[in-house]
């Protein structure tokens, strides 16, 4: 089976763009989830969702939202785009809410 | 929402030996999942212990649960120096999001 994909890899934008970030889960998974890894902060949860509808919410500006698709696939949005949104972009899909996860590579994202 | 909190935030060990990292938590959970992740890349699951299992084994790894005192280690046997990586765990209530602690840093000396 093919993992997880995130595209695209690597992204570079300016402060005030907006970005949107694609993620491509596990054959069969219905859950993906999203997260931000930046040095000082961790590992931040952003969002997890199941069968098109957001399950959980972690405490992001509204300027983070997200979306399923009926295939599963899923993207992130961020809209005026800050230095301090500068991070890995993760997305790991897993088949129901609560079960192993599966990571992706990750976008990682630099706002200049 | 439930955070795992690893201890200790960082180990330093040498190739050969063991390494124990441990997690606590707050609240009832469903299940416990230990992570790890490599610089820079993406996590890999690495086990899931249920609340109704108090060990559990996957090759050079070795997972314990105490539902009582809230908490579970990760035993990595025999190290490499290809386990330097960070682990992070991952409890898990029932329709609740997943919040990863900062986890432990392991590195092992070849």
């Known amino acids: 089976k093919a993992g997880v994909t995130q595209t695209p890899r690597y992204l570079i934008k300016t402060r005030g763009q907006q970005v949107t970030l694609s993620c491509s889960p596990i054959?069969?998974?219905?859950?993906v989830s999203w997260y931000q890894q930046t040095p000082g902060q961790g590992l931040q949860f952003l969002f997890e969702y199941f069968s098109e509808t957001q399950r959980n919410k972690g405490n992001f500006p509204g300027r983070f939202s997200g979306r399923q698709f009926s295939n599963s696939r899923s993207e992130m949005n961020v809209s005026t785009l800050e230095l301090g949104d500068s991070a890995l972009y993760l997305c790991?899909?897993?088949?129901?809410?609560?079960?192993?996860?599966?990571f992706g590579p990750g976008t990682r994202l630099t706002v200049l | 929402s439930q955070q795992g909190e690893e201890d200790p935030q960082a180990l330093s060990i040498q190739e050969g030996e063991n390494a124990t990292m441990n997690c606590s938590y707050k609240t009832s959970i469903n299940n416990l999942q230990w992570y790890r992740q490599n610089s820079g890349r993406g996590l890999v699951h690495l086990i899931l212990i249920r609340s109704n299992e108090r060990e559990k084994h996957s090759g050079r790894l070795r997972v314990t649960l105490d539902t009582s005192k809230k908490s579970s280690s990760l035993l990595i046997t025999a190290s490499r120096a290809a386990d330097t990586a960070s682990y992070f765990c991952a409890p898990h209530t029932g329709g609740f999001k997943t919040i990863f602690g900062a986890g432990t840093r392991l590195f092992v000396k070849a």
């Open positions: 054959s069969g998974h219905r859950s």
């Open positions: 790991a899909s897993s088949l129901a809410l609560g079960n192993e996860q599966f």
